[in-house]
């Protein structure tokens, strides 16, 4: 396993208690909630710079990129009939960051 370089960036801890149906919740990181404060966005980039030291340097890095890639590009479950006859199957398109789930249900005829 890699080796951290550093510290992680310092994480402040402000506790801010709410009462949610009757049970106090204690947030100690609720000031990160605001993604448009300079504090927050400070954070997120000493937390992105210190990530991508440390996942930069692993080694065979850019082979498990390329794999990952691959096998994404091609994701397709196979279809699942289950107990009521529907068929159940989920799909990625190439190049796509979405996926879709498809359902066929069977026809049944209906006497009146």
């Given at each position: 396993?890699?080796?951290?370089i550093?510290?992680?960036?310092y994480?402040?801890?402000?506790?801010?208690?709410?009462?949610?149906?009757?049970?106090?919740?204690?947030?100690?990181?609720?000031?990160?909630?605001?993604?448009?404060s300079?504090?927050?966005?400070?954070?997120?980039?000493?937390?992105?710079?210190?990530?991508?030291?440390?996942?930069?340097?692993?080694?065979?890095r850019?082979?498990?990129?390329?794999?990952?890639?691959?096998?994404?590009?091609?994701?397709?479950?196979?279809?699942?009939?289950?107990?009521?006859?529907?068929?159940?199957?989920?799909?990625?398109?190439?190049?796509?960051?979405?996926?879709s789930?498809?359902?066929?249900?069977?026809?049944?005829?209906?006497?009146?």
């Open positions: 396993m890699l080796q951290l550093a510290n992680p960036p994480s402040s801890v402000e506790p801010v208690t709410e009462v949610l149906h009757g049970v106090p919740v204690t947030d100690p990181y609720r000031w990160l909630e605001d993604q448009e300079p504090r927050t966005r400070e954070w997120l980039a000493a937390q992105t710079q210190y990530a991508r030291a440390y996942l930069d340097a692993i080694p065979g850019e082979r498990i990129r390329e794999r990952i890639r691959d096998l994404l590009l091609r994701h397709m479950t196979p279809s699942r009939e289950s107990a009521t006859g529907m068929f159940f199957a989920s799909a990625s398109p190439a190049r796509s960051s979405t996926a789930f498809c359902v066929k249900v069977p026809t049944v005829k209906i006497n009146f």
